[in-house]
């Protein structure tokens, strides 16, 4: 069997963690594919041969040049420096590689290139958060998606920023090779295998950590224990607190009610058992305090749009 082509783009300010995390996720499908054998040849290549990347320091890589080999896959990590690539009279060389390519793939900011390149007119894709806006103003024919972590839309992959591009490069190899392989691959750069592509890149205890450090180990405590007894009264009484003084205090500081972020903190777990394990729904419900499947079923269409099961045969073991 042949192996697949991967070439990394690089380019003057990109992000070590975009290029380094995808492409260690293809080194070690070489390394651990079985029976031993090398799925992936792979390649860094960029417009200039000698690619600053930080002060004193710089990469080798291959220059993208007419007689460059053409890739399976061309992935193009992000970094501060991509609208220069973008505009460096030697784009078009680029250009021309993603005409060869079968599979495109951006990570982070990288998506400006491919979209400059005319490659993702009427796309569903996603970037890091802090370009949807850049994105969908300077490319309005292509469908920005918020929240995700990543994105398949027919041969084009995007992802979010940093070790997203990680979860991007395991399900990618997780589409050629295999769950198993891409398992073997997760487990020894010790991650997940892996973050369901549609897993916000805010999720609900994220959020949490990020705002009033008055309910910090509150919210440490409620996840800890969603199989638990999370009313009002339970919470009021964690905290010290009358349960009027509580709720007024919880909602001035988080913009939510009490029961709105238990129900967001059980359904985000819910929806991390379902990719991670195969318990049944009623083991689910019970596990995450929703009471029972029914209840599980209707508040989890409602959160999400689609059903545990649909969800689970998207994003779960297969």
């Given at each position: 069997?042949l192996?697949?082509?991967?070439?990394f783009v690089?380019?003057?300010?990109?992000?070590l963690?975009?290029?380094g995390g995808?492409l260690?996720?293809?080194?070690a499908?070489?390394h651990y594919a079985?029976p031993p054998?090398?799925?992936y040849?792979l390649s860094?290549?960029?417009?200039?041969?000698?690619?600053?990347?930080?002060s004193?320091?710089?990469?080798k890589?291959?220059p993208?040049?007419?007689e460059?080999?053409?890739?399976h896959?061309?992935?193009?990590?992000?970094g501060?420096?991509?609208?220069?690539?973008?505009?460096d009279?030697?784009f078009?060389?680029?250009?021309?590689?993603?005409?060869?390519?079968?599979?495109?793939?951006?990570v982070?900011t990288?998506v400006?290139?491919?979209?400059?390149?005319?490659k993702?007119e009427g796309?569903?894709?996603t970037?890091?958060w802090?370009?949807y806006?850049e994105?969908?103003?300077?490319?309005?024919?292509?469908?920005?998606?918020?929240?995700?972590?990543?994105?398949?839309?027919?041969?084009?992959w995007?992802?979010?920023g940093v070790?997203?591009?990680i979860?991007l490069a395991?399900?990618i190899?997780e589409?050629?090779l295999?769950?198993?392989?891409?398992?073997?691959?997760?487990?020894?750069?010790?991650?997940f295998?892996?973050?369901?592509g549609?897993?916000?890149?805010f999720?609900p205890?994220?959020a949490l950590?990020a705002?009033s450090?008055?309910?910090?180990d509150?919210h440490?405590?409620?996840?800890?224990?969603?199989?638990k007894?999370?009313?009002?009264a339970?919470?009021?009484?964690?905290m010290?607190?009358?349960?009027?003084?509580?709720?007024?205090k919880?909602?001035?500081?988080?913009g939510?009610?009490p029961?709105?972020?238990?129900e967001a903190?059980?359904?985000?777990?819910?929806r991390?058992?379902?990719?991670t394990s195969?318990?049944p729904?009623?083991?689910?419900?019970?596990?995450?305090?929703?009471g029972?499947e029914?209840?599980l079923?209707?508040?989890?269409v409602?959160a999400?749009?689609?059903?545990?099961?649909?969800?689970?045969?998207?994003?779960?073991?297969?």
């Amino acid at each position: 069997m042949l192996a697949k082509l991967i070439q990394f783009v690089t380019y003057p300010g990109v992000s070590l963690l975009d290029l380094g995390g995808p492409l260690d996720v293809f080194i070690a499908a070489n390394h651990y594919a079985t029976p031993p054998w090398q799925p992936y040849s792979l390649s860094i290549i960029a417009l200039q041969a000698d690619t600053p990347v930080l002060s004193g320091f710089s990469l080798k890589a291959e220059p993208l040049e007419a007689e460059t080999a053409p890739a399976h896959t061309l992935i193009v990590p992000g970094g501060p420096g991509i609208q220069a690539f973008c505009q460096d009279p030697g784009f078009s060389r680029f250009v021309e590689q993603t005409h060869t390519a079968q599979r495109l793939v951006s990570v982070c900011t990288g998506v400006f290139a491919l979209a400059a390149a005319g490659k993702l007119e009427g796309r569903n894709v996603t970037t890091h958060w802090s370009a949807y806006d850049e994105l969908e103003q300077r490319f309005p024919s292509v469908s920005v998606k918020r929240g995700p972590i990543f994105i398949n839309d027919g041969n084009v992959w995007t992802s979010a920023g940093v070790t997203s591009g990680i979860d991007l490069a395991l399900a990618i190899v997780e589409q050629d090779l295999g769950h198993a392989a891409a398992l073997e691959v997760a487990r020894h750069l010790v991650v997940f295998l892996k973050r369901p592509g549609d897993q916000d890149q805010f999720s609900p205890t994220l959020a949490l950590q990020a705002q009033s450090p008055q309910f910090s180990d509150l919210h440490a405590w409620m996840t800890a224990h969603l199989d638990k007894d999370l009313s009002v009264a339970a919470l009021a009484a964690y905290m010290n607190m009358s349960e009027r003084t509580f709720v007024r205090k919880y909602q001035a500081h988080t913009g939510h009610t009490p029961s709105k972020r238990v129900e967001a903190l059980r359904l985000e777990e819910v929806r991390r058992l379902l990719v991670t394990s195969s318990s049944p729904l009623k083991t689910l419900a019970h596990r995450c305090g929703l009471g029972n499947e029914s209840t599980l079923i209707r508040r989890f269409v409602k959160a999400f749009g689609i059903t545990p099961a649909e969800h689970r045969a998207r994003f779960g073991p297969r």
